[in-house]
């Protein structure tokens, strides 16, 4: 029989992917309070700022001088997947497309031909903390819509759909669909250039909660396809046999039933196919 588990590493930045997906990387980040100008309540001093990507008294500035983030930057080629789980995100580009999102939204932006835009981390909490989570996906265009002409589409997240599949001893699984289906249950629809597009490239992008000793199994779905689990909260699953530590990626094969259960507490983890 075919091994269902195809390779174990451990996550480091960005996290390996497979193709037609480019890239993944994992940001998060605890900001402390923010001041009128949504800058860090904190000292910058003694960071590289420009380049501040160590991680300092809990968070990082990235590009940012000021407030956190990606200045204006271009893109050509593909697309970018931003999932939001917690905090604030603030978007513009050089199509005028400008919108603020979090807090469960993901935003979906197509470069194709070419797009400069800026994403940014306001800390709008001046009371409190502004803490910030999130995945960034870039999938790769196919070769005829490499110039197809940008789109960005939101997809918030009272619109996504879930899905909850319990185990025999009513511990449950949920399932966002922010790519592909389950369950009989399908995302909302991508933008028009996506690879996604194509329901028979299987593409699929999934965040996944379990409740402590939850049993989840993966459908067997085609041997033309390889899948990512990205387990980066919890205590530790097994994947039939084998016992996974957070914070690790699995490639697993497409064409296998895979059963998948969690420890005891609460695990999360994505899934790129």
């Given at each position: 029989?075919?091994n ?19 890239m ?43 407030v ?17 789980l ?28 070419g ?60 399932i ?12 909302l ?49 097994n ?34 196919i």
């Amino acid at each position: 029989m075919k091994n269902k588990i195809m390779k174990i590493q451990k996550l480091g930045f960005p996290w390996e992917t497979e193709d037609p997906f480019l890239m993944t990387v994992h940001h998060k980040d605890a900001y402390p309070s923010g001041n009128d100008q949504q800058v860090p309540n904190a000292s910058l001093e003694g960071r590289n700022l420009g380049e501040d990507f160590t991680l300092h008294d809990g968070f990082r500035m990235y590009h940012g001088k000021t407030v956190p983030g990606f200045p204006v930057h271009p893109h050509r080629g593909f697309e970018t997947v931003t999932v939001v789980l917690e905090g604030l995100i603030d978007h513009f580009d050089s199509y005028g497309s400008t919108g603020r999102f979090g807090n469960g939204d993901v935003q979906w932006m197509t470069a194709g031909k070419g797009a400069q835009h800026t994403e940014m981390f306001p800390l709008v909490n001046q009371d409190k903390g502004n803490p910030l989570e999130f995945f960034q996906i870039w999938l790769n265009l196919p070769a005829k819509d490499k110039f197809a002409d940008p789109e960005y589409k939101m997809l918030w997240a009272e619109d996504i759909p879930e899905v909850q599949s319990a185990a025999a001893n009513g511990q449950k699984t949920t399932i966002r669909l922010v790519a592909g289906s389950m369950k009989g249950k399908s995302s909302l629809e991508p933008n028009s250039a996506s690879w996604a597009n194509d329901k028979s490239h299987h593409v699929g992008i999934y965040v996944i909660h379990m409740e402590p000793e939850a049993v989840f199994t993966l459908p067997s779905v085609s041997a033309t396809m390889t899948r990512n689990i990205y387990y980066y909260q919890g205590d530790k699953l097994n994947i039939d046999e084998t016992a996974i530590e957070t914070y690790h990626r699995v490639k697993l094969a497409g064409d296998q039933e895979i059963t998948i259960t969690n420890g005891s507490s609460e695990s999360c983890w994505e899934r790129c196919i």
